[in-house]
């Protein structure tokens, strides 16, 4: 499910390792958040969040969450936005090494790390929540809008747009491109660049910077059984059923 990898420096490279797609179950986002979290105590100093080639993350598993009842889709909400806090307030850097397609859930961990390399090409990231029927949440359209700025979040929001690398780069999205083969070393030669400076600042600096991300995912103010109303709305579930059943006939 995960893939656990040391490089030199103290960086760790934590690699989604779910086949074919890296789809976000409530057992990947479980074992991601503590493997975030326990991180620094092995001794990590910064984290490359990294997928497979072209494939970062297809994002939320849909099929898996259209099993459960109301108290299961609950728990992964619950699970997933906790995921998004870990990683807005880990206490080291951690880039997200994209490495191929990030629709939807795949973006939205993107967005929370510190920087993101994406592969060059015909890869495409977005937050195409509305187009299969859901609301995205005030902390993900805090976490999009801090990157791109409130009118083009606003845009690629409502739209539910999946653009492509070059757009993703030109808009801010994301912050530099390369091979599809290169982009988790690219990652990790950034964050050591990072890590070399004086490290007392450096962090200091970075907590005072992410301050508001932090405070924005408070999950102590998520309105999470709206979120879980507005997933379970008739609507919603329509087209998230269409959306799996043609994901079946592809395959």
Not at 18 to 23: C, E, G, L, T, Y
Not at 64 to 69: G, H, N, R, T
């Amino acid at each position: 499910m995960l893939d656990i990898l040391p490089h030199d420096g103290h960086i760790t490279e934590i690699r989604l390792a779910r086949p074919p797609v890296n789809a976000l179950d409530f057992g990947m986002l479980a074992a991601l958040r503590e493997a975030i979290a326990q991180a620094p105590a092995g001794g990590a100093r910064g984290i490359v969040l990294s997928g497979a080639q072209g494939m970062f993350s297809a994002g939320v598993d849909v099929p898996a969450l259209l099993q459960p009842d109301r108290a299961g889709v609950r728990d992964y909400w619950g699970e997933f936005f906790a995921l998004c806090a870990e990683l807005a307030r880990a206490p080291l850097p951690v880039v997200a090494a994209i490495t191929g397609h990030s629709p939807a859930g795949g973006a939205v961990l993107a967005l929370f790390c510190d920087y993101r390399v994406m592969a060059q090409g015909p890869y495409r990231i977005g937050l195409n929540e509305v187009q299969v029927g859901l609301t995205v949440p005030e902390s993900i359209q805090y976490a999009l809008r801090r990157v791109v700025g409130t009118y083009r979040a606003e845009r690629l929001l409502v739209a539910g747009a999946m653009i492509d690398a070059e757009q993703a780069l030109a808009c801010g999205f994301v912050d530099e491109l390369t091979a599809v083969e290169q982009v988790p070393t690219r990652a990790v030669h950034w964050l050591a660049e990072l890590l070399a400076l004086p490290p007392h600042a450096m962090l200091a600096t970075r907590a005072l910077a992410r301050a508001d991300l932090i405070a924005a995912t408070d999950l102590s103010k998520l309105p999470l059984d709206d979120f879980v109303d507005g997933f379970l709305h008739p609507q919603a579930q329509a087209v998230l059923q269409h959306l799996v059943a043609r994901l079946k006939n592809k395959k």
